[in-house]
């Protein structure tokens, strides 16, 4: 079965930093390109960064997290992370992973993100 499986999400103080986790299953990541969203409690779900397929690898981030939020492939590894660092309560959320595979929209199960003293 194909899975996205997201991981590294916890709880950190403002002005922390996490790296988030997006692994796959029976698929290279490398092949497609690869979006990071996150889900607020109450919002609708927002698309936070993304990544070009390879060779590609062009890069784009929503404003909100830009200077703040570095995508990343760890082709060995066909995993792609999400470093954030100075991070504020708004980014506290479910952070997805998704790719289109073929006809597939995939997402992964999520992983949680609280920033709170």
């Known amino acids: 079965q194909l899975q996205l499986v997201e991981s590294g999400g916890g709880l950190v103080q403002p002005g922390g930093s996490l790296t988030l986790s997006c692994a796959a299953s029976r698929f290279s990541l490398d092949d497609y390109a690869i979006a990071w969203f996150r889900q607020a409690p109450g919002k609708e779900r927002e698309g936070v960064s993304c990544i070009a397929d390879k060779p590609d690898g062009r890069t784009y981030y929503e404003d909100s997290v830009k200077g703040r939020f570095t995508i990343s492939r760890d082709s060995a590894k066909n995993t792609v992370y999400l470093h954030m660092t100075t991070l504020k309560p708004e980014d506290t959320a479910v952070y997805y992973c998704?790719?289109?595979?073929?006809?597939?929209?995939?997402w992964g199960q999520g992983t949680q993100v609280t920033v709170s003293s």
């Open positions: 998704n790719t289109v595979y073929r006809t597939q929209n995939l």
